[in-house]
């Protein structure tokens, strides 16, 4: 079973250079899980939610992309601005919270640059879903 997602859970993004913290903005029914608040699939949104993961490195973020081309060539990171469009996927089969699945340490959710956002530490570990 999955264990579900809490605030202040460690994510990584797969062009990030650093992993980032999840944080949960209480909106609607209040949960928590192990005395933490609950991360529900649409705590996606980035800087309020999913802060940056230090340097993004991939060539598909224009900004990358202008320092890669700038430096003849020679890939440049810069500062990760995650640009998230969807909510998590997928969200617990059996746990809710004002009609909005649960987040899981299994679920996913992509940037816009192609980056995979995934959770390496739910946070806590005594509840599961």
Known sequence: ?????VSGAQVTCTFGVAPSTLTVIPSGPILQA???LLARVVDFVP??????????????NP?????TAAASGVLTPQPCVPVIAAPWTPGSMKVSAGGVPAL???????????????IVQAGQV???G
């Not at 900004?63 to 320092?67: I, K, L, S």
């Not at 679920?107 to 995979?116: N, R």
């Open 1 to 5: 079973m999955p264990d579900l997602v």
């Open 126 to 128: 005594k509840v599961t």
């Open 47 to 60: 800087m309020a939610n999913i802060a940056p993961f230090g340097m993004c490195t991939t060539p598909s």
């Open 34 to 36: 192990g005395g933490q």
């Open 104 to 118: 899981t340490n299994t679920s996913t959710c992509t940037c816009a640059w192609g980056g995979s956002i995934s």
């Open 63 to 67: 900004q990358v992309a202008a320092a």
